[in-house]
């Protein structure tokens, strides 16, 4: 497979951002007061074929499958699927699936093959739970695999993967004010902090536009996985993803409304990776051709 590699540009991600500064002012001093950044680089992998889904939009399992084991190796360099479980998760671990539920949901194919490769890596497949939703008992989790849906969201910018912990709030319209710039607060919860250990997003047929309702006119099939272990680089590389999108669709600048503001958020006040272009890697592996980034 061909595999590329290439950075974010600072111009890009502000493009989709414009109004952030304005956002985080919002969280107040104590906010801006905490706005170290990672010292380090992130890495982001992005795995596409032509042929995961067909015209009507139906997912090839084993394609899929590949594309899904070339994410594991990427992210963890491992030599196959199995040692990359391994080096993500333990045996005993209570693993939580957490996909996207609805607006643009997680496919179903995705969580299927996701199962299945964690239990040919010995996983049992009684401690592989569901783990999305309000009623979720998160006690019993020790470990979190974040997959989200890609898309745009009408109350966030975006809403793929800061966002997709929501429910684990307890209060999630709590979330909603001051452009969710708090969502990154989630992930910093004690029942939620240190659970993560992979970030695998679902982009087979992304949302360029904002819902609740999905208007297929903004919808299309990108046929990716895009994954790491930084939520703040993936989420950014996803947004990029939708930017461009968008500009394509308009020929000129259509940003996204509201602005992004938890992504830098998420950085800034909540360290929880980086949002900084400059700091982020994408691997590209398979199709390339308007993979937008």
Known sequence: MKQSKSPVTRRDFLRGTAGAALGLALLGPEGLKASGRTQGRSTVILVRDREVMDASLRVNKKILTDMLDQVLTGVTGESGPSEAWKKLVRPDDIIGLAPTPFMNPTHDE??????????????????????????VDLAPLTALICMPGLKAHWLTGVGTVIKNYIMYSGAPRNYHYQDSAKLGEIWNLLHVKGKTRLILVDALHPVCDKGPQVDPRYRWAYNGLIAGTDPVAVETVGLKIIQAKRDALRGEPWPLSPPPICIEAADRVYHLGTSDPGKIDIRKVGWTEDALV
């Open 110 to 135: 995705l969580m299927d093959a996701v199962k299945e490769s964690l239990v040919r890596a010995g996983i049992p497949a009684a401690n592989i739970r569901n783990a999305q939703g309000r009623s």
